[in-house]
């Protein structure tokens, strides 16, 4: 498999555990074991949408209990002969060669993924700044040589960035300090709230700059922390920010 693998350095890898659990998206070629035609490739193709049942292949490293799984769409790209050119939208923790075996077993003929490729990992895309390990050895050797910060930036980006496709509570400066240190966000240091979040939901708690302070657990939807006035708002379940960067105004 080649395409899009986020890679976190230093702080920035305690957002990794947030970023594996957002959708991922693939292009690939599907190899049927016989011919079947067109017609019937994209009506079974288009039976495995919404929530499917999956067991990990044998070769995975989780065990192998039936799971649901969301496939948001599966669509045929190009049908030349035996060879299925698909694009699929889906779940974390969706294993392509296992839909592909099943869509096989659908169809009556089977088939197997002879190449896949991966162009969407959360927010993060092929445009969003993809470079080869040649292309890291080459721009770090170039910033070792001249000390141009432009050429870190080539293939380092903020760790906000990664975070775009959590719902965002932005705080005040006051209350940021107290976050770092793990304390719970409370309606009196909230400043504005993005719309959509249910109790439960992972949220980003970013500063008004738009810094990354921490991750946390909504307790509480959107129109609820609009109204609430004190008590408890988001559960900080793993901070992002060094202490310090603000100052204390906290006892």
Request: hydrophobic fraction near 40%; charged fraction near 25%; proline fraction near 4%.
């Amino acid at each position: 498999m080649t395409g899009v693998l986020p890679i976190a350095l230093e702080e920035a890898t305690k957002v990794i555990q947030a970023l594996l659990k957002a959708g991922k998206e693939y292009v690939g070629i599907m190899k049927l074991h016989e011919d079947v035609p067109e017609v019937r490739i994209r009506e079974v193709s288009s039976e495995f949408q919404g929530k499917i049942y999956q067991r990990p292949p044998f070769r995975a490293s989780v065990k192998r209990t039936l799971r649901v799984r969301a496939i948001y769409y599966f669509e045929i790209l190009e049908v030349e002969g035996r060879n299925i050119l698909f694009k699929v939208g889906c779940e974390a923790g969706t294993y392509i060669r296992k839909l592909i075996h099943d869509i096989g077993k659908a169809l009556g003929c089977g088939a197997h993924m002879q190449e896949l490729r991966r162009i969407r990992a959360g927010p993060l895309t092929e445009d969003s700044g993809l470079v080869t390990l040649h292309d890291v050895l080459y721009l770090y050797g170039r910033w070792k040589e001249t000390r141009e910060i432009g050429f870190l930036r080539r293939f380092i980006m903020p760790m906000e960035k990664t975070l775009e496709f959590l719902p965002k509570v932005f705080i005040k400066d006051s209350a940021v300090d107290a976050i770092c240190h793990g304390a719970h966000l409370t309606a009196p240091g909230i400043t504005y709230i993005e719309t959509g979040i249910k109790p439960m939901d992972t949220v980003a708690i970013f500063t008004l700059k738009g810094e990354a302070v921490a991750l946390g657990r909504a307790e509480v939807s959107t129109e609820e922390m609009l109204k609430a006035t004190h008590g408890i708002m988001v559960k900080t379940e793993r901070v992002l920010m060094p202490r310090g960067i603000y100052p204390k105004m906290w006892r």
